[in-house]
């Protein structure tokens, strides 16, 4: 049996060699999601920005022409290496790198005026203690936006959601439900101010090619779709190909 990884080196090992595939997904590249992240910022003058788990840097790319500084944060060497080289390419010198754990932040609190994270928490080994590091590096009325996918909250299709994410990525934690995500923002002391839902449309070929997830488990999810349900079917709008839909949040939530 090979020997066990860390979260961290496994989560590391997923992305590191996937890093160029983020940078040019196109689910990951644009959306009406990251239009409001940008619209978000760019209401505060010389704002300080935090992206929370940056991956290929699509958020800090989006808000950098509107703050003063973005602070790209991510576990991966090899996704932090690509924000650096595209922030240069694309002529902005206002975005630095930093590498860490979601639960504990290198920065001193009170250090930013926004905490932004996107399709990044379902990796984080403690929510909770990523939410209180969140609160604590804000500044007093300082604004924290998640975007992440959510569990559908109905057991029978969160098993569905959470079976198929790990089998496609073993780094995968939980998708959580919306009433699970309120309850842990409020939790850490910011209080909730808005709660948007949308459905993202997920191609089965791309999903699993950018994670290069291996062809037994690409067998096993397709043998589990195979197998599901029509509620579930119906629900995930799963096809022929295997591609389907999911529900997307964003939290926006301020630091009293």
Request: glycine share 8%; hydrophobic share 50%; charged share 20%.
């Amino acid at each position: 049996m090979a020997q066990a990884k860390s979260h961290e080196a496994l989560v590391g090992e997923q992305f590191g060699s996937q890093a160029g595939a983020y940078l040019t997904s196109t689910v990951h590249a644009t959306g009406a999601d990251l239009a409001a992240l940008a619209a978000l910022v760019a209401g505060r003058r010389g704002a300080r920005v935090l992206d929370l788990g940056c991956g290929a840097g699509h958020v800090s790319f989006a808000v950098a022409p509107h703050a003063e500084q973005v602070t790209a944060y991510d576990l991966s060497g090899d996704m932090l290496a690509v924000v650096g080289e595209s922030a240069a390419a694309r002529g902005l010198a206002n975005v630095v790198t930093r590498q860490g754990v979601a639960e504990a932040l290198p920065f001193a609190d009170a250090s930013f005026d926004f905490v932004l994270s996107r399709y990044s928490a379902h990796h984080w080994q403690d929510v909770g203690a990523a939410l209180r590091e969140t609160k604590r590096v804000l500044k007093p009325g300082g604004v924290a936006a998640i975007v992440d996918v959510i569990s559908p909250g109905v057991p029978l299709f969160d098993t569905w959601l959470q079976a198929l994410e790990l089998l496609r990525d073993p780094s995968h934690v939980r998708d959580y439900g919306r009433a699970e995500w309120e309850a842990a923002i409020a939790q850490a002391g910011l209080a909730v101010e808005a709660a948007d839902t949308h459905r993202i449309r997920l191609e089965f070929g791309p999903w699993v090619e950018r994670m290069r997830t291996p062809a037994v488990q690409v067998e096993a999810i397709r043998a589990l779709q195979s197998a599901m349900s029509e509620g579930v079917r119906r629900h995930f709008e799963v096809d022929e190909a295997g591609s389907f839909s999911l529900s997307v949040a964003t939290f926006r939530a301020v630091r009293p």
